[in-house]
Structures are given as C-alpha cells and as structure tokens.
C-alpha cells in the first residue's frame, strides 16, 4: 500500500513537471511551482529525482507509461518483411493514442530542441539512432548487402519520416482530417497503411536497383 501511495505521488509530481516544463521550459519553470501543481512538499522533489535535473529528465522520458520512455529496439530480423513492417509502425505509433499526455510530451520535446538540456542529445544515442540502424540492417539484408549504403539510408529516413509527420503534425491532422488519428482504432488503421506504404517504396527501390544494374 505504501509503495502504491509513493508510485502515484511520484506519477503526480512527473505529470505536474511535464505541463510546466512544457509550458515554461526547463529554466522557466520552479521546482515549487510543480510540487504545488501536484500537491506535494516541495522535499519530495529531492526524495525521488534528486534534483530539477533529475525530475526534468523523468518528465522528458516517463509520461507515456510510468517508466522511462523507450520506444525499444524493433526485432526486424523476422525473414517476413511484411510482419516486421506492421510491427515497427504499430509500436512507433503506439504513444499516439495517449491523447493530451502525449501533446504535452511533444510539446516538451519540441521545447528541448529549441533549449537543449542535452536530454536531446541521449535521446537521439539510446533511442534514435539504435532504432534507425535496426531498421537500416534489416533493409540491408533484405537487399543482400555486405553493407548499408547510401541509399539504404534515404530508404531509412523515408520510411520513418512518415510515421515522424504523424508525431510533428498532429494537431494540423486533427483539423484537416479528424478522423485520421481520433481513436486507437484509426491509428491501428494508420499503422497499417504505413507498413503498406513503407512495402511499396521497399518494391521501388527493388526495381530501381534492378534498372541500374541491368545498365
């Protein structure tokens, strides 16, 4: 019981810290000020992240699911293309249907862009760039490469950029086209679409292929 009454002023003072960061900024936004949002003694702040560091990068990973927040590294060694696909864009999508929460955390992240804090930069080392040359290595088998080489990365990069406008776009979406991600079911759908679509440049770049060499 204890320990359920700590995870939940810990999950309030994680929650309070991304609506004020995200508003505010990192160095805009006081420590007091969050522990008042989330009803707590400001020495609790210390007690569970040490420090406005240590809370800033809680609120910068954890929101999505009360852990720090790593999408993980795809299993794309599958023999079955298609399976991998759907499973890459199904969990890429998946923090999109926690609605307002996930809106603050972009927000937050487009904030730490513009003011870094470094959190950026460990995020594009432990998650970005692992994720990305999962993906680069399994199109590198697919084509029987020794190697990625430049093309197997503008693949890459096209692949994802368009799960990534999802993320970057949302709210121009939701007033475009409402429906598109308005529920969890509808971003199943997208989820799927998207691996189709991520087949149809992966059949592209097969022909093209096949087109240089038969010159």
Not at 139 to 145: Q, V
């Amino acid at each position: 019981m204890l320990q359920d009454k700590q995870q939940s002023a810990r999950q309030k003072l994680v929650q309070a810290a991304l609506i004020t960061f995200a508003e505010k900024g990192y160095e805009g936004a006081s420590t007091r000020e969050i522990a008042d949002k989330a009803g707590a003694n400001i020495s609790s702040i210390r007690y569970y992240f040490g420090d406005k560091a240590g809370l800033y990068r809680a609120a910068y990973t954890e929101p999505l699911c009360g852990t720090p927040f790593e999408q993980g590294i795809p299993d794309l060694n599958s023999t079955d293309v298609d399976k991998a696909l759907k499973q890459l864009f199904r969990d890429f999508l998946e923090p999109l249907k926690h609605g307002e929460t996930f809106r603050l955390v972009m927000k937050l992240h487009f904030r730490e862009m513009i003011e870094p804090t470094g959190a950026w930069e460990h995020e594009i080392d432990a998650e970005i760039k692992p994720q990305h040359m999962a993906l680069v290595n399994m199109l590198t088998a697919y084509f029987s490469l020794t190697k990625p080489d430049l093309d197997i990365q503008r693949l890459a990069f096209a692949m994802m950029g368009m799960a990534v406008n999802f993320y970057v776009a949302q709210d121009v979406v939701d007033v475009v086209c409402p429906k598109l991600m308005g529920s969890a079911k509808a971003i199943d759908t997208l989820s799927e679409r998207l691996a189709g679509y991520a087949r149809a440049m992966l059949d592209g770049e097969s022909k093209r292929r096949k087109q240089d060499c038969s010159k």
